[in-house]
């Protein structure tokens, strides 16, 4: 018996039975509701629309529904279909492409189903360990008193463990000391507003909401210590892709001399891409920017038919970072160039 449990994710697998359950994140915090991921077609569909998301998260949870097709009797050559699907369901997050390349090895090398399943399970636990291992390092950094800013959502929601950035809060917080968190609503899709703050208020970590547009008011007036993001992917050169507004607070931290510190696995570092502007930047639709689609329904607000940019993630140059709270220690610039993370 098989039983994976997050924040976000629920997997069990008997000889009889396997199912693959996760918190809905488009709902939350309106609605606490899970939908069971049933096929691979469901999968991608969930995490092209953000209904579980984070890197480190859609990689997993693709891995867990490659895993579970194996299982429930799909032959090699649609799984190796399957998972080319799932790869393809996001572009910017290299944990995602990490994850399928590791089922398509599985699959290429023939493995059973259970062995193939196996590969899933590991990624999972894996990814618990590699949190628990950066948080820890990430904390030293940490002082009482800071007030940290954030963006987006890097918590349990975004990964299998305690999560990236937020994993490194939290720690400075179980770890007694006394810190505040101002959380970036983080436009469109409002990962901070929604995600970051309902986890912040389950963890009792005091926060305070801001829109994004608030954050270099808050720099000016010398109310942020840290500022701590997570990313989507890091090129060898150490310029990193993460959340849309990522390089604009980077920007701000540094007129203003703020340390600005980026958190990922060793799973979100791209060898093969040598800097940021070849990191491919997802593009969503015009909808999440020109009004929302709540749960009690759609509200319009642009100018009917406005042109509408939608970039869902930007790059910030290695220059702009003070650190890369890593699962093997906090990683300089210095590093990145004499190829130490290589
Ligand atoms: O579009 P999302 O919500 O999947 O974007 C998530 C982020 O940008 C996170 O900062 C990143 O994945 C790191 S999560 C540990």
Known sequence: MINLESLALRFTHTPQHTELWILD???????????????????????KALKVRGAPLIGVTAALSIGQSAVNGTSMTQLKEEAQALHNARPTAVNLMLCMNRMIAGIEAKKSPE??????????NEDVRLCEALAENGAELIQTG?????HCN??????????????????AHQQG???????DETRPLLQGARLTAWELKKLEIPYTLITDNMAGHLMRLNKVQKIIVGCDRI??????ANKIGTYSLAVLAHYHQIPFYVAGPYTTLDKECACGDQIPIEQRKASEV????????????????????????????AELASGWIMNDGVFVREDFQQGKLR
Not at 235 to 240: H, I, Q, R, T, V
């Open 146 to 150: 800071d007030n940290i800013l954030t």
């Open 177 to 183: 000391k006394a810190i505040h968190v101002y959380v």
């Open 290 to 317: 020109s009004g929302v689609e709540g749960v009690f329904g759609r509200v319009e607000w642009a100018a009917p038919e406005s042109p509408v940019y939608n970039p869902a993630f930007d790059v910030t140059p």
């Open 235 to 240: 090129a060898s050169n150490g310029d990193f």
């Open 154 to 171: 890097t918590g349990g929601l975004a990964t299998a463990g305690i999560g990236t950035a937020l994993g490194v809060i939290r720690k």
């Open 25 to 47: 994140q488009m709902l939350l915090p309106l609605k606490e509701e899970w939908m069971p991921l049933q096929t691979v077609s469901e999968t991608v569909s969930a995490i």
């Open 115 to 124: 062995e193939l399943l196996t590969i899933a399970v590991d990624l999972f």
